[in-house]
């Protein structure tokens, strides 16, 4: 049974970090292009970062570059989302996606940025 299973979200404060974590099982992690989306309420879902299955390739969206790093450990099965300098439009519903043979997604997990 493949599972996504994102982790790490929260209420933080302007200017603060958190690290999200996506732990996949039931298929070939390694294979799979790796990607964070997010949804913010009554906006379309958006691409936020992306990474290559052997980690020679990240992307970013122009709204995170410089503030937001996806990394991945393929021993551990899990993608990760550094994400520093955080501000009130980063609230949003993030969502790990892996695309290999088939493309699956997790359930999301609730970031929240208010003072």
């Known amino acids: 049974q493949v599972q996504l299973v994102e982790s790490g979200g929260g209420l933080v404060q302007p200017g603060g970090s958190l690290r999200l974590s996506c732990a996949a099982s039931g298929f070939s992690f390694s294979s799979a292009t790796m990607y964070w989306y997010r949804q913010a309420p009554g906006k379309e879902r958006e691409l936020v970062a992306s990474i290559t299955s052997s980690e020679t390739r990240t992307n970013y969206a122009d709204s995170v570059k410089g503030r937001f790093t996806i990394s991945r450990d393929n021993a551990r099965n899990t993608v990760y989302l550094q994400m520093n300098s955080l501000k009130p439009e980063d609230t949003a519903a993030y969502y790990c996606?892996?695309?290999?043979?088939?493309?699956?997604w997790g359930q999301g997990t609730q970031v929240t940025v208010s003072s």
């Open positions: 996606r892996a695309i290999g043979s088939r493309s699956y």
